[in-house]
């Protein structure tokens, strides 16, 4: 599912919910994120997951084609890690359809 597919569900779902409302709830919700992730910060959803932060240290890498040693700066990833009620959830849904393959 890709962004305007959740804001087409949503405003079905809600269909006293204009299309742009839903967008633009939608857009604040991400930005949020953005934001409190950005500022170090983690994002706790509750039956959903956790997204957090997680410093790399810069390391030597190399270029697989060339050989030639480089170094890999340093940087911040985003991590997600699963709520109970998601992962039951999924499964559940997952007995009843086949997974798609990604692809």
Do not use: C, W
């Not at 340093?74 to 699963?82: E, I, P």
């Amino acid at each position: 599912m890709i962004k305007s597919e959740l804001i087409d569900n949503i405003a079905k779902k809600y269909p006293f919910l204009s299309n742009s409302v839903v967008e633009a709830a939608v857009n604040v919700i991400i930005e949020s994120m953005i934001e409190e992730l950005g500022a170090g910060g983690q994002v706790h959803i509750r039956g959903f997951g956790n997204f957090f932060i997680l410093k790399r240290e810069a390391i030597m890498g190399r270029n697989p084609k060339t050989g030639v040693a480089l170094l890999i700066r340093a940087r911040h990833v985003v991590r997600f890690r699963t709520g109970k009620e998601l992962k039951k959830r999924v499964d559940e849904y997952s007995n009843q359809y086949p997974i798609k393959k990604l692809l």
